[in-house]
């Protein structure tokens, strides 16, 4: 059987070439591949088995085994790499003119989306699944939704919407797919549920583009408006899911678009993936676009006379939001290594210092709901790759961690990102637990 969330990361290449995705077809090598996923115990053990596979695998099972990293590392709180390793680039848009700052401006997402979904039912945002940045402005919606009546959340990677969740008050790893795993997820589905939202699980099991559409849009719909007519409903899906007309799925009739046949409704669609970072840096769009604008946080522009907002394919969704460039230090690498001036009998040089500071992008404090938590990997003693996870003292060994980072050779230094509270860090290799201590991020 393959793994329902390897199956996911494939069928995301529809927003780049829908043709090949609606008729995918895998290889012996790919469905091996697959078949030995799912036999892994855990994420670290997945991307254990990936990186040492991928090198010896063709190149056209290669580009597979490359998503599939890229979702492992992003499950495993190397973000940076995470883009590196699958530099998704979406379908050129036709004929598309760039706004410019003369015309245009950026203005906070968040505040932006928020007002124009106040006179809707239905806001639907989308997400690249291997890329937890992408995950920042649905957080940053779930208050001001919620102080706006909306009472229904439904997230894509979670397969559980039993009243154990909502009891709990925080998701463990069982509640869904591996993109459940990674913490920025975890804490978007933790908040929707201290927030008072009804979290709903909405996706299909099919690997057919065009049943997995259909399926979706009928079981928010089943499970939300068929109860309760005049709901509000906040959906976080991945990628094209959220079109409301075809295009970026070839002719299939994307999920957002089944979903306001079925209601009757005209619901807000706002897209993430439609201009990408690319590690290290490309020119294209998306780097004329930050030039343009420096936007420091998720941002949409807005038209200075008119007050439109913009959207770069209007009839596919409503709003497009930019996000910063991730990349500080050398995010080519993950790592940065500082100079130090060193003086031996012979002359003075510069050479690289010994610990290597891995570099972690600034969005992880999420607007400030986070402070960083300097960690290295003494932690892991003398075991790599070894991964070292913070979790709330009162939440359970299964819960989604608050963060995470993943170890890959000694000597290294990194930062953790946690709200304020008390936390149970752990240092796990692929044989167990290696340490563990108590600590506290005072506010």
Excluded at 18 to 29: G, L, N
Excluded at 51 to 65: E, G, N
Excluded at 214 to 226: I, N, P, S
Excluded at 243 to 260: E, F, N, T, V, W
């Amino acid at each position: 059987m393959q793994s329902k969330s390897a199956i996911w990361i494939v069928l995301a290449a529809a927003a780049v070439t829908p043709s090949v995705a609606i008729t995918q077809h895998f290889s012996r090598v790919q469905v091996e591949m697959f078949r030995a996923l799912k036999q892994q115990p855990n994420d670290l053990a997945r991307y254990d088995y990936l990186t040492k596979v991928a090198p010896f695998v063709s190149d056209d099972d290669q580009s597979l085994a490359l998503q599939l990293i890229a979702s492992a590392e992003n499950e495993l709180g190397l973000y940076n790499e995470a883009v590196r390793d699958f530099p998704l680039k979406s379908q050129v848009i036709q004929n598309l003119t760039l706004p410019t700052p003369d015309s245009w401006q950026g203005r906070d997402a968040a505040e932006v989306v928020a007002n124009i979904a106040a006179g809707h039912q239905i806001l639907l945002v989308n997400e690249a699944h291997h890329d937890a940045h992408t995950r920042q402005l649905s957080i940053e919606l779930l208050q001001k939704l919620r102080d706006q009546g909306f009472k229904y959340f439904a997230a894509e990677a979670l397969s559980t919407d039993d009243d154990r969740l909502t009891a709990r008050g925080y998701p463990i790893f069982s509640d869904g797919s591996e993109y459940l795993h990674e913490p920025v997820y975890g804490e978007l589905v933790r908040q929707a549920v201290r927030l008072g939202y009804k979290v709903i699980s909405y996706d299909s099991g099919s690997s057919d583009m065009a049943t997995r559409e259909r399926d979706q849009a009928a079981t928010l719909y089943r499970k939300v408006f068929a109860k309760d007519p005049k709901a509000k409903l906040f959906v976080h899906a991945g990628y094209a899911h959220i079109d409301k007309h075809p295009g970026r799925l070839g002719p299939l009739h994307p999920m957002a678009m089944q979903l306001a046949a079925l209601t009757g409704l005209t619901p807000v669609s706002i897209d993430q993936t439609q201009f990408r970072e690319q590690i290290p840096a490309e020119d294209g769009p998306y780097q004329s676009l930050i030039s343009a604008f420096k936007p420091d946080g998720p941002v949409v522009l807005v038209n200075r006379q008119s007050g439109q907002v913009w959207s770069a394919n209007p009839a596919q969704y409503d709003a497009t939001v930019i996000l910063p460039a991730s990349g500080i230090g050398a995010v080519e690498s993950g790592y940065l290594r500082p100079w130090a001036f060193v003086t031996n009998n012979n002359r003075n040089q510069n050479m690289w210092t010994r610990v290597v500071n891995a570099q972690r992008p600034e969005w992880l404090k999420l607007g400030g709901l986070r402070r960083p938590y300097a960690i290295s990997s003494t932690l892991c003693k003398t075991t790599f790759p070894c991964v070292v996870e913070a979790r709330l003292s009162d939440e359970s060994p299964e819960a989604v961690p608050m963060d995470r980072y993943t170890f890959t050779q000694p000597e290294t230094s990194t930062r953790l990102f946690l709200q304020p509270g008390k936390y149970h860090l752990l240092a796990w290799g692929l044989q167990g637990a290696l340490s563990s201590k108590d600590i506290e991020i005072s506010r």
